[in-house]
């Protein structure tokens, strides 16, 4: 839970001491594929989702919206009092939009200088039927007609021409190093994240004033030379396996989290992280094994 929370207050800007006196409310939200009501293994970080505040049951502030990681967050003008206060999904992209999981009460993690910043626990939205491989989930029946008799022997076997590979499986452990994801005949596995994807829109307000708001992911992978580069492209690549591989050492909330830390901290602190992001996109994960890249060219 310190390691949620503490992605959270990575991820706010940095705001002037004129414009202190502000109330800002954040979170994340989930589609919630198994529709359990309760954060599982098959749940994603769902974007373009629109979140609401409610005091007493009224609105008060409406508006945010979650990135493409999943986070959201309100800005409310003043100091406010939000204790008994909740955060709920009042609209979310299709596909998971069938239903909206149960509104969050709101907790208050720090107050200085005029500032208040409350989270809420983790929100969810949910589809029309639950995946197929949740447990209890019943299979699809088959849309396909019963066979017909056979009337005349089958024709001879024809060949077909070979299909290209499929992409690995989610479950299957890898890690790759950045260069793997430059190639051009890996480009088919850039599926949750793009190559135009911009820093900012990935990591949070913290890296876009760091990095600038027109830097895109696929730049950040050429940094080299230099600590922040490279502790960029080291986080890019890791990010990128995070979304790839459920074996991975780094999830991918701990991703962004680690980069926001880095570049908060010293430099001594962004060397450190900079270096454990290689080391796990090397391969070397938190147990004995080590793990290998498992991207084969798309065609």
């Known amino acids: 839970m310190s390691k949620f929370i503490l992605f959270f207050l990575l991820t706010i800007p940095a705001i002037p001491v004129s414009v202190l006196a502000n109330t800002m409310v954040s979170g994340t939200v ?5 529709l359990d009501g ?17 005091c007493n049951g009224a609105e008060i502030i409406s508006g945010g919206k979650s990135n493409l990681v999943g986070s959201w967050m309100v800005r409310i003008e003043g100091s406010r009092d939000l204790s008994g206060c909740e955060a709920r999904v009042v609209a979310a992209p299709a596909g998971c939009a069938a239903a909206v999981g149960a509104s ?5 993690m720090f107050k ?21 491989l949740c447990p209890g989930a019943k299979p699809a029946p088959s849309l396909l007609p019963p066979p017909a008799a056979a009337v005349q022997p089958p024709p001879p076997p024809q060949l077909l021409p070979l299909l290209p590979p499929p992409l ?23 599926r949750v994240m793009k190559p135009e994807t911009k820093v900012a829109a990935a990591f949070g307000l913290v890296a876009g004033s760091k990095y600038g708001s027109n830097m895109t992911l696929w730049q950040g992978l050429h940094g080299k030379r230099e600590l922040y580069q490279t502790l960029l492209r080291e986080a890019i690549t890791a990010l ?12 991918t909330l701990r991703v962004i989290g680690d980069l926001n830390l880095a570049l908060l901290g010293s430099q001594r602190q962004a060397l450190l992280i900079a270096l454990r992001f290689r080391r796990a996109n ?18």
């Open 38 to 54: 309760s954060l599982s293994l098959f749940d994603y970080p769902l974007s373009g989702a629109k979140i609401a505040v409610t």
């Open 240 to 251: 990128l396996n995070s979304c790839h591989s459920a074996g991975f050492s780094y999830p």
């Open 30 to 34: 989930f589609c919630d594929q198994c």
């Open 112 to 132: 200085m200088f005029g500032m208040e910043l409350y989270t809420a626990a983790p929100l969810l939205a949910q589809p029309s039927k639950p995946m197929r």
């Open 104 to 108: 969050k009460g709101l907790s208050l």
């Open 168 to 190: 690995k499986p989610f479950f299957e452990a890898s890690a790759c190093p950045y260069y793997k994801w430059m190639m051009p005949e890996y480009k088919c596995y850039w």
């Open 282 to 299: 090397a391969g070397a994960g938190s147990g004995t094994a080590f793990l290998t890249c498992n991207l084969s060219p798309c065609s």
